[in-house]
């Protein structure tokens, strides 16, 4: 297993299979209990690190924590980060200095979490939780724990991306995850949306949405900002929707079998309408309750008996 | 320390060539040759070694005055005669800007007070490199400093018509605009080359088309007007082939590309770490090759350092946060050894005339008492530098004339090293250590 969770191309199959039984576990051991508690991380800090507010993944990580029984902090150091009194640096000192033995950290820097892991400022484990555009990790190990539930195992699944690639984190974690087990992934966007060299990606490219949902069996909503529109990246809101949102037309035209997901938060009538959103075939609630799975795996994995083989402290929670 | 020292260097290459000894006395180079008039003289065994004219930068960042922290005029000047530079060219964007006599005077002065190299320095192009309008660079020309070289680096004077009057104005003094050529909305949060690598580390990309439009654009204004115009920091295989195209038109074009360019790659970033960040970015490997045949093949004039200093903390931060720029004085020639006379691209006379004559030319120094760039000759001022070409060293950037220690080759093995720095006749450097 990985020292540090900073990208899902860093995972081997192998990792990956891991990580996502290791989830399998959790939510068979607390799914349905009242009480949801397992000792594992009993005397292990981990720190909430977040430069960048998000309620969301912040909250699902301090639930999965907690679930494990580790002590949480949450350090929110908004708006600090460019600023010459808190410095990346420091932060990651005083957090050292605190005993942390996991940190969890979410930045709108690009490789802030790479930085934090290998620049020896700090000796904890560093899970990352998105940094700038550049990757997001627990998030595509949530959603390709969704997806293998519905679907059963990824390999040869067809699973279509739809939105602003280039900027999103989600997409790029995904690509490299979903392809590491063996999917086939469809990025689908408007030129201006997909990054220079994505035809060397490991990925189909498409700029026509209808003519890749037929042979989809799941597909994955990007959040777009409708802010985008004002650097040209698309001429205007109804435009993008009427040419790459996922309304109930488009809908009709997936097979029976095929899911919806989306990384939240969702615009509403923007990449996908309410009742699309809102369908039995969507899956975007459930990835919420994934995340905390996922997540409380991720931490079990690199935190408990963070100096042992894992395999035999696998075997000790088994 | 007397200015009139006599040195004997016996046995040196001339410029790579035959051996033979060099006579320094007051100031100038007295003799070349062979049974040299050794009297009073100290003599410097330098058998083995390379000799060439004293190197010219026309492109350094000296930080003073405004960020003594990164760098003054004393410790930027130390660190050029550790490179074996005896001239360097002081760009403007220091704080207050250069873009009066009064500024430019105080580095001028700051530099003969320091000795260790002429500071040449660079005048803003526009009031502080705003690009709003131009600075008074009549004023700056016409000052102590002898300003030729005006440049806004570190912004592109992007305003096509705020160009093309400095293009014109400046011919009234010979000046010339040294333009860094970046068009500012296709690099609006740039952090690193526009490639495959940029796409999959989420950095925002600076394509090469935002270098080669803007040099395409001012070549043809250049041309139209007759004027010269100096390209800064060269870095695309494009950027190449589009002042090559210039050149055989024979247009009044020059250009420069770094020491880091010539050498490093996109590659290096995949680390985040910021001390690979620098504008324009590290390129491709392509990029790299077609830098090295164009400064081989005289396309690309000159090397100039892009001298850059940052404090640590400007550097020791996440990739977004980071300042630009990286240093370059003291490991200038050995990178030029490195990648183009161990490569066979270019000769010792070949580095002699890119690193030391072409750009005392270009910035309009090579006459007058402070002649720069000047041939190895009788009569010629004793600007020399001695270069041990079978040496190697491990990079090591704590051990630095400069203040900083934003090195990109911290840790690498490279060839060559100076010996000796003899600025008019006076030792700078001697047994690899300042004077």
């Known amino acids: 297993m990985i020292r540090h969770l900073l990208s899902t191309a860093d995972l081997s199959r192998a990792d990956a299979l891991l990580i996502l039984d290791t989830a399998e576990e959790m939510a068979r051991l607390t799914a349905g209990r009242s009480v949801k508690k397992l000792p594992t991380l009993r005397g292990r800090t981990v720190v909430n690190l977040f430069f960048e507010d998000s309620t969301r993944t912040r909250t699902s990580f301090e639930v999965a924590a907690k679930r494990l029984s580790a002590d949480v902090v949450n350090f929110s150091a908004k708006g600090s980060s460019v600023s010459k009194g808190e410095s990346l640096k420091d932060t990651a000192l005083t957090l050292a200095a605190m005993g942390a033995d996991g940190v969890v950290v979410r930045h709108a820097a690009s490789g802030a979490a790479y930085r934090l892991a290998t620049s020896g400022w700090i000796d904890a484990r560093v899970l990352n939780a998105g940094d700038g555009t550049h990757e997001h990790p627990t998030q595509a190990l949530l959603d390709a724990f969704t997806i293998r539930r519905h679907l059963g195992p990824l390999d040869g699944r067809r699973i279509v991306i739809v939105g602003d690639v280039i900027h999103s984190r989600v997409a790029r974690s995904n690509v490299a995850l979903l392809s590491t087990l063996g999917a086939d992934v469809v990025l689908v966007a408007p030129p201006t949306l997909l990054p220079l060299g994505v035809e060397q990606w490991p990925v189909e490219v498409a700029y026509d949405l209808d003519g890749v949902l037929a042979d989809a069996d799941a597909v994955m909503m990007l959040r777009v900002q409708r802010e985008r529109m004002n650097a040209a990246f698309f001429p205007s809101a109804r435009e993008y929707s009427r040419r790459y949102g996922l309304d109930v037309r488009r809908f009709a035209r997936l097979p029976e079998s095929a899911i919806v997901l989306h990384p939240g938060p969702m615009n509403r009538g923007m990449e996908i309408t309410a009742d699309v959103a809102d369908s039995p075939r969507s899956v975007i609630v459930e990835q919420v309750s994934n995340g905390v799975y996922v997540r409380m795996a991720a931490l079990y994995l690199m935190l408990a008996g963070a100096d042992d083989d894992v395999m035999s402290a696998q075997e000790g929670a088994a | ?435």
């Open chain 2, 1 to 435: 320390m007397s200015e009139h020292q006599t040195t004997l260097i016996t046995g040196a290459r001339i410029l790579g060539g035959e051996p033979a000894d060099l006579l320094l006395r007051d100031g100038v180079i007295a003799g070349v040759g062979q049974g040299l008039d050794d009297t009073g003289a100290t003599i410097l065994d330098a058998a083995g070694l390379v000799v060439l004219p004293g190197l010219v930068d026309l492109h350094t960042h000296l930080r003073e005055p405004g960020r003594e922290d990164a760098e003054t005029v004393l410790t930027g000047t130390q660190a050029a005669a550790m490179g074996g530079f005896t001239a360097v060219h002081a760009m403007a964007n220091t704080e207050p800007v250069a873009d009066t006599a009064g500024v430019v005077e105080q580095v001028w002065r700051l530099g003969r007070e320091a000795g260790y190299a002429d500071v040449r320095p660079v005048g803003a192009v526009t009031v502080g490199l705003a690009g709003q309008r131009l600075a008074e660079l009549g004023a700056m020309a016409d000052s102590a400093a002898g300003v030729r070289v005006f440049s806004d680096d570190g912004h592109c004077v992007s305003d096509a018509v705020l160009m093309r009057r400095a293009l014109e104005y400046v011919k009234a003094f010979d000046g010339v605009v040294a333009q860094h050529a970046q068009e500012p909305r296709l690099t609006e949060g740039a952090q690193m080359n526009e490639s495959v690598l940029s796409g999959q580390l989420g950095l925002r990309g600076w394509p090469c088309v935002a270098e080669e439009a803007i040099i395409a654009r001012d070549i043809l204004l250049a041309a139209h007007v007759g004027s010269r115009l100096h390209i800064c920091h060269l870095s695309t295989q494009g950027s190449v082939e589009i002042v090559r195209l210039a050149k055989q038109r024979g247009l009044p074009v020059t250009a420069e590309v770094t020491p880091h360019h010539l050498l490093l790659t996109e590659d290096l970033v995949a680390s985040y770490d910021a001390r690979y960040k620098v504008n324009p970015p590290l390129r491709s490997a392509d990029d790299v090759a077609a830098v090295r045949a164009g400064l081989a093949d005289g396309t690309i004039d000159i090397v100039a350092t892009d001298h850059a200093p940052h404090p640590v903390e400007d550097k020791e931060c996440e990739w977004d946060a980071a300042a630009f720029g990286m240093l370059g004085l003291e490991t200038a020639i050995s990178v030029v050894q490195h990648t183009m006379v161990d490569t066979g691209l270019l000769n010792w006379a070949g580095v002699a005339e890119r690193m030391s004559s072409a750009p005392a030319r270009i910035g309009r120094c090579d006459t007058g008492d402070d002649a720069q760039g000047r041939p190895l000759a009788v009569g010629e001022p004793a600007n020399v530098v001695l270069v041990d070409p079978s040496a190697s060293r491990t990079v090591d950037s704590t051990a630095s004339a400069s203040l900083s220690r934003n090195n990109p080759y911290e840790g690498m093995k490279l060839p060559g090293g100076v010996v000796a720095t003899f600025l008019r006749g006076r030792p700078t450097v001697s047994d690899g250590a300042l004077v």
